[in-house]
């Protein structure tokens, strides 16, 4: 139920900044010429620019966040193999104890 909700949402979220953005286009039609320090960009219209940019942001968004991502993963992996490792280290240290107090009842 939540997961189709959630679709909902943003289908119209996306519907709307969409809306948004034709919007834009239609009412800014103008040519604008991008003059950078070293760089004269050729002339295009202002919501081309617009949308180049936030291609760019969302380019970078991406990119930074992928590589949070890659180390959490790690430090999972990381922390994941301690665990088992200390997992197997108390079953031997359980194991050996019950050997031991066997072997004592034993005598």
Known sequence: MLKWFSRVIF??????????????????PQP????????QAPEFSVSLYLLLAFALGAFVAIIASSV???????????????CTNAQKELDSLRKATLTKDLDISRE
């Open 11 to 28: 289908a119209l979220v996306l519907i709307f900044f969409l809306l948004v953005g034709i919007f834009f286009a239609v009412r800014n």
């Open 68 to 82: 949070v991502l890659l180390r959490a993963e790690n430090h999972v992996r990381v922390l994941s193999r301690r």
């Open 32 to 39: 604008v010429s991008l003059d950078l320090v070293f760089w």
